[in-house]
């Protein structure tokens, strides 16, 4: 890294913090703690190595690893060199993650032990007749010798050499949605700087905080959620490459940790755990849940134990964070998912006619501002498709309040018409939530001869409790329209869910189909 880089690349966080607090500790990962100092060493030597070895600015580094203080050093050695770091989830199967690694085209995959063999396995699976190098990750592996790099498939480096500009693309993330075809979201320097910077003026952070992480590495959210706002102002991250509630309620209290960021299963497992009750949680002033919408019994339960826990929302494309509700805030917005973030703007635009939605309303959610994306890796029509006139269009539908408050109701293609009415899933689910009996739900809308779409119902029963079908039909219908309610509801042991905490809706629907098929039998 020289001083022409600009203002705004990450690749100097490291540096700027190990100049003020060198012994200071940047992670704790698995009980060993890495200092700045430390950091800032092995992030410069690996930035190098890329550099003698032949990396061109723009080459991509894939990496299929858990999250780990190696997968830092890597993170901030690419940003360092003009590389982009492209984290792949290992939960995938071969199949899927060769499809990502064709359309990534990295200049090299960095694996570790636990996933060597399903790299190789993806690999071959992509048929390319030069394979893509691989290296084990860390100080014994990539930091120590690297393989030449591979100059993919579309020829010359996406970038020419010179130093590490701030729209310089630093992070490339595949989106967790059930499309198809895979898409790859790629952030800049810029995009993520931006991003961290309004996430500091809403959830302050300095030098003090110990910031627990549990989101996977290859979700945007497990670098622009706190950790990298934490790098960048001195505070310590513990990474956890699972979620144990047990474990995580030992760390919280052992390791003083001060803020953290999860999906709503995390918090229910937490709230469920024997140990939850009598847990020490003073050092835990705040929490952010995201991913999906979060019950609202389920937050008051935190707030009961003096944690601030307050829903967020954003989206992979925005980098990922669009709207918070304030900690200070957080017991009278039970619910909602908030005001925009600082640098970024929203706005509410009718689903049909796209005219703008104005004051209290709703309508599909359209964002900007300096954190947004700069595009889906190779495919300029699905990013064409998402913008509108320089707005981010979401595909997702809100409402807004009088006062400026946004609550998210439901994807816009997951709303389904019955009867030639709108019926949100989201909305329903968090009615059925509300039965003591129901661990979990989800709700969609199957095709009907006579109301065009109605409403099928997936629950799954909490453990040692009694329901049925028509009791819970009727617990829809005391609390919601007509054309709301399920028309029917199906017991099942398990939803699927995507990696990051997601219903699998399209899974979810087979399933529906599947069991009203049965019923019909």
Not at 74 to 85: S, T
Not at 333 to 357: C, I, K, S
Not at 439 to 461: F, H, I, K, N
Not at 487 to 511: D, I, N
């Amino acid at each position: 890294m020289t001083f022409q880089d600009g203002p705004h690349t990450l690749g100097r966080w490291p540096a700027d913090r190990a100049r003020l607090h060198p012994d200071r500790v940047a992670v704790v990962d698995r009980g060993v703690e890495l200092t700045y100092a430390e950091l800032e060493r092995r992030a410069r030597t690996l930035a190098r190595a890329f550099a003698r070895a032949g990396y061109a600015r723009g080459d991509r580094v894939a990496t299929l690893v858990g999250n780990s203080a190696d997968h830092v050093v890597a993170f901030f050695a690419c940003a360092r060199a003009g590389l982009v770091l492209v984290p792949l989830s290992w939960r995938l199967t071969s199949a899927e993650l060769a499809d990502q690694l064709v359309l990534a085209d990295p200049a090299v995959l960095l694996v570790e032990e636990e996933t060597a063999t399903l790299a190789r396995t993806a690999l071959a699976r992509t048929g390319e007749t030069v394979p893509v190098p691989t290296a084990y990750l860390g100080e014994d592996g990539a930091e120590r010798a690297l393989p030449a790099p591979r100059h993919g498939s579309q020829g010359a480096p996406a970038l020419p050499a010179g130093p590490v500009a701030d729209d310089d693309p630093v992070l490339m993330v595949f989106t967790s949605g059930s499309s198809a075809r895979p898409k790859a979201a790629v952030l800049s320097h810029a995009s993520c700087y931006w991003t961290n910077l309004s996430l500091s003026r809403t959830l302050e952070l300095d030098e003090s905080d110990v910031v627990l992480s549990v989101m996977p590495q290859f979700h945007v959210g497990g670098w622009n959620v706190q950790p990298l706002l934490a790098w960048w102002t001195g505070a310590t991250v513990v990474l956890e490459r699972g979620f144990d509630p047990g474990r995580v309620l030992r760390l919280v209290e052992e390791r003083r940790v001060t803020t953290m960021m999860g999906v709503p299963t995390h918090y229910a497992r937490l709230a469920d755990h024997p140990r939850f009750g009598m847990a020490d949680f003073i050092s835990l002033r705040s929490a952010v849940v995201g991913g999906a919408p979060m019950p609202a019994p389920l937050l008051r339960i935190f707030h009961a134990r003096g944690v601030a826990l307050t829903q967020g929302y954003g989206l992979t494309e925005a980098g990922p964070n669009v709207l918070c509700v304030p900690p200070r805030e957080a017991l009278d917005r039970v619910g909602w998912a908030g005001v925009p973030y600082p640098h970024v703007d929203v706005r509410l635009a009718d689903p049909v006619t796209g005219e703008e939605v104005a004051g209290a309303g709703s309508g599909e959610l359209l964002v900007r501002g300096p954190g947004m994306f700069t595009g889906y890796f190779r495919d300029p029509e699905a990013t064409a498709a998402v913008w509108r006139d320089g707005w981010l269009a979401t595909g997702d539908v809100a409402v807004r309040d009088a006062s400026g408050y946004l609550r998210i109701v439901d994807r816009l293609r997951n709303i389904f018409i019955s009867g030639g009415e709108n019926v949100a899933p989201a909305e329903v689910e968090a009615v059925l939530q509300t039965h003591p009996a129901v661990e979990d739900v989800v709700v969609v809308g199957v095709p009907d001869e006579r109301w065009g779409e109605r409403g099928v119902a997936l629950v799954v029963r909490r453990a040692g409790t009694v329901t049925d079908e028509t009791e819970l039909i009727e617990h829809c219908r005391e609390r919601l329209a007509p054309f709301k309610v399920p028309s029917s509801v199906h017991l099942v042991t398990a939803l699927p869910y995507l990696s990051v905490g997601k219903v699998a809706r399209e899974q979810a629907l087979r399933a529906a189909l599947a069991a009203e098929e049965l019923e019909t039998r």
